[in-house]
């Protein structure tokens, strides 16, 4: 029982000593308040001067304010109109607005550039509208030219331009203007300095082609020539104007000078 009652006194003991007191200084408080949440106000500046002829008379006001007179003239607050916090959120914001101008700058600069390299990109000179409504039909001979060599014409005429070295000459003219097409196609270049290169292809295009097809003609021409007076001569035609044969044979003649 004596043990129960001592352990009470000295629990009893130690909860006083360490104990908190509430302290509600209202000195304190208004300060907090200033710095926080409310106004300004120098009315509740703890403890009063208690002014006597216009001289304060308080002993703790002097040993609180006295040598600071001038803080509750100026609004110390971090969020009044022109406290650090306010500031500071300020410089955030105009860093954030000048963050966003260089950013919105810096998208207009890639968008340019991205506008710029779709328009002279070698890789997307197929989507240009214009190419695809004239230039890439006008120029399809170049994308094979074999193939649109010898287009309805006879194996002999075919055999004997192979043999006087014609063909080679259209092969040697075609490729060279594929690869000139092929270059305007792949490189980088300016919309309209492409469009001046096909046109020019196609111009040389047009006058290979055109060539080519006097040069079948006349061989043509001339290889019908050579079966009919070989029939001639083995007396199974006979003709009717051979002075106007032999005119039209030195003409056709002189003509496929050109073939060889």
Not at 12 to 33: F, H, M, P, R, W
Not at 157 to 171: E, I, N, P
Request: net charge positive; hydrophobic share 35%.
């Amino acid at each position: 029982m004596k043990n129960s009652l001592a352990f009470l006194i000295l629990f009893s003991v130690c909860s006083s000593l360490s104990g908190q007191t509430l302290i509600n200084d209202k000195a304190i408080v208004a300060q907090q308040e200033r710095m926080v949440y409310k106004q300004w106000d120098q009315d509740k500046f703890y403890p009063e001067p208690k002014r006597l002829l216009g001289i304060p008379t308080n002993p703790m006001w002097y040993s609180t304010w006295a040598l600071h007179p001038d803080y509750p003239d100026l609004d110390r607050r971090p969020l009044s109109a022109a406290g650090e916090q306010t500031q500071r959120l300020g410089l955030a914001a105009a860093m954030q607005i000048s963050s966003d101008y260089y950013k919105q700058h810096s998208d207009t600069l890639k968008n340019l550039a991205n506008a710029e390299m779709a328009r002279i990109s070698g890789a997307l000179s197929a989507t240009d509208p214009l190419y695809q409504l004239y230039y890439k039909k006008e120029l399809k001979p170049l994308d094979d030219p074999d193939s649109n060599a010898f287009h309805g014409i006879s194996q002999e005429v075919v055999a004997y331009m192979t043999d006087h070295g014609a063909y080679q000459w259209y092969l040697n003219n075609m490729a060279s203007l594929s690869e000139r097409y092929e270059f305007a196609r792949s490189l980088d270049m300016e919309r309209g300095q492409r469009i001046l290169m096909y046109h020019r292809i196609m111009l040389d295009m047009r006058d290979i082609l055109k060539k080519w097809q006097y040069k079948l003609d006349m061989s043509a021409n001339m290889l019908a020539f050579r079966k009919m007076n070989d029939r001639k001569i083995n007396g199974e035609i006979t003709l009717s104007y051979p002075t106007d044969e032999v005119e039209r044979a030195k003409r056709i003649a002189n003509k496929t000078q050109v073939l060889k």
